[in-house]
């Protein structure tokens, strides 16, 4: 009987984890020609409402040029759990190139809010609105945007950061990112 009861066990397939991310809808970023960091970031022509640049979000994006990059369709997600950036990378499909945005993506969607309108970034309290971005130097950066009350602020950490992102943040990443 317990030879019986062990091999029914067995057989059984293997349940997946549950996602730690839920599908809020998708976005559309359009197509760059050429764009600098320091032009949008530092000068600020579009007139974004900053009040803060971390020290180290400026140093890792500094001479960031992101050029020549199509028509984005972008998965904006919920987290459903308290999950650092290892779990929510694996699951978006890992550190490839095309699975992470792009500053001129991050910089898009603040300028549709510059002065803390509504729209799909959220302003609540400090709900992050996580981007994984390459810096300058070619590091995944986990790069943090969240309106501080009188604008927006910007932080960039490690991906391997202890620090958990929180339920209710909201995670960015291009469409084909997303595992199956």
């Not at 009861?5 to 549950?18: E, L, R």
């Not at 990059?69 to 919920?78: D, I, M, N, Q």
């Amino acid at each position: 009987m317990a030879q019986d009861q062990t091999q029914n066990q067995g057989s059984k397939a293997q349940a997946s984890p549950p996602s730690v991310l839920f599908h809020v809808g998708n976005i559309r970023v359009p197509a760059v020609k050429r764009f600098r960091f320091e032009d949008h970031f530092f000068k600020n022509g579009e007139g974004v409402n900053i009040t803060d640049l971390h020290a180290d979000f400026r140093a890792w994006f500094i001479g960031s040029l992101d050029e020549n990059l199509a028509e984005t369709e972008f998965s904006c997600f919920s987290l459903r759990v308290d999950t650092p950036d290892s779990g929510i990378i694996a699951e978006l499909g890992g550190t490839a190139p095309s699975n992470m945005s792009h500053m001129s993506a991050v910089w898009h969607l603040v300028c549709q809010q510059k002065n803390g309108e509504a729209g799909v970034l959220k302003m609540e309290g400090f709900i992050a609105n996580c981007f994984y971005v390459y810096d300058f130097f070619g590091n995944i950066r986990a790069v943090n945007v969240w309106w501080g009350g009188s604008g927006w602020c910007f932080f960039a950490q490690p991906v391997d950061s202890l620090i958990k992102w929180v339920a209710g943040d909201q995670i960015f990443a291009p469409v084909r990112s997303r595992r199956l």
